[in-house]
């Protein structure tokens, strides 16, 4: 069975009563576009980082294709990551920043001057291979964030509010950028936001999140646009 499945999942931080998430369960299609919203506090990092295998689950399981992973560390779920911070490196170039991830997996030099070439094309920062992350803007910033978590072809690219550092203007421009993205690639994308217009313009589904549960999940047009 292909796609992320979480089932019945919790987590409970320790030192804290109240479960930060409490007995979710979503099942992801592969390739969709699925977003996570809900208003700060409402447990969208906490399932994020349970994903990613930065944090632990205290209950349930996590699926990918069929294979628990919940018990696996990050590097083996073969998912890409990018949050509201960029942190790249900033004393490598743009294409060193990129190429990081396929030199860890032992990728050959031909072919990883060809796989950045062609993912810095992705994000449209084809001229910018050789300037230092401190010598861009923020949405350029982030973009070369996106390259970097989606160059080894990850089975899942995670975003967490990747657009909540940026104004409006940029903000508008990188939602196109990840929307095309996304169409492009045909991965699977997991999306945070506590912005509403953000979740309706992108998602194929957005779960809906309060208080460590999901109260709703559909379609945007399901959720919101019902006569
Ligand atoms: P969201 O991403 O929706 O803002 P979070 O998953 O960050 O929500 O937080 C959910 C709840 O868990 C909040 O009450 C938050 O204070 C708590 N929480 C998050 N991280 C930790 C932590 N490391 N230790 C203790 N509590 C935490
Ligand atoms: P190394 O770490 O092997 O000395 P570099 O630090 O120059 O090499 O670059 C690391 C990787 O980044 C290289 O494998 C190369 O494929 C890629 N790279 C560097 N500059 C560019 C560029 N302008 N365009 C595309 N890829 C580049």
Do not use: C, W
């Amino acid at each position: 069975s292909r796609g992320i499945r979480i089932k019945g999942v919790s987590k409970v931080y320790s030192g804290t009563a109240r479960p930060a998430v409490d007995d979710v369960s979503l099942d992801i299609a592969d390739g969709e576009f699925m977003t996570l919203l809900g208003p700060s506090g409402s447990g969208k990092t906490t399932i994020l980082s349970m994903l990613a295998g930065f944090v632990s689950v205290s209950a349930g399981s996590i699926e990918i294709d069929g294979r628990e992973v919940s018990r696996l560390k990050p590097h083996k779920r073969d998912l890409g990551v990018v949050f509201q911070q960029y942190a790249l490196f900033p004393h490598m170039s743009v294409a060193r920043n990129v190429a990081f991830p396929l030199q860890q997996r032992k990728m050959s030099k031909p072919d990883i001057a060809a796989k950045v070439a062609e993912t810095l094309e992705l994000v449209h920062l084809g001229d910018y291979a050789d300037r230092l992350p401190g010598q861009l803007s923020g949405g350029q910033q982030q973009r070369v964030a996106l390259a970097r978590a989606v160059v080894y072809e990850p089975r899942a690219l995670l975003m967490d509010e990747p657009l909540g550092a940026l104004d409006r203007k940029l903000r508008d421009q990188l939602q196109r950028e990840i929307a095309r993205m996304h169409r492009e690639l045909g991965m699977t994308f997991i999306f945070v936001t506590h912005d509403q217009h953000e979740a309706l313009t992108l998602s194929d589904r957005i779960a809906v999140f309060n208080e460590g549960r999901i109260e709703q999940v559909g379609a945007p047009a399901e959720l919101y646009e019902r006569p």
